[in-house]
């Protein structure tokens, strides 16, 4: 199983920017997919996570409204839309890869919100 996660850099408060996790190994659509991320000094926490192939994503509050989770399951792949970024965004971005008998995580994707 390979989840590679793509997208990150350098970015100034109030910019965008668009991960991309490419999965393999794995039946895609039965797997609910999800973003973590892990600043520096920090325990990983929770982004946001994406069912399978239907249902509700979840957000944490903190980026509500700026994030959006999304995947092309044709595709294989998992993005995440970063809008209004914020210093405090900075971090090591994760996706995950959920089923019924265990979890997957990929190598990160650095992040840095910074002027």
């Known amino acids: 199983v390979q989840l590679q996660a793509s997208g990150g850099g350098l970015v100034q408060p109030g910019g965008s920017l668009r991960l991309s996790c490419s999965a393999s190994?794995?039946?895609?659509?039965?797997?609910?997919m999800g973003w973590y991320r892990q600043a520096p000094g920090k325990q990983r926490e929770l982004v946001a996570t994406?069912?399978?192939?239907?249902?509700?994503?979840n957000y944490a509050d903190s980026v509500k409204g700026r994030f959006t989770i999304s995947r092309d399951n044709a595709k294989n792949t998992l993005y995440l839309q970063m809008n209004s970024l914020k210093p405090d965004d900075t971090a090591v971005y994760y996706c995950?890869?959920?089923?019924?008998?265990?979890?997957?995580w990929g190598r990160g994707t650095l992040v840095t919100v910074s002027s």
């Open positions: 995950s890869a959920r089923n019924a008998l265990r979890d997957y």
């Open positions: 190994g794995i039946i895609f659509s039965r797997n609910t």
């Open positions: 994406i069912p399978g192939t239907s249902g509700t994503t």
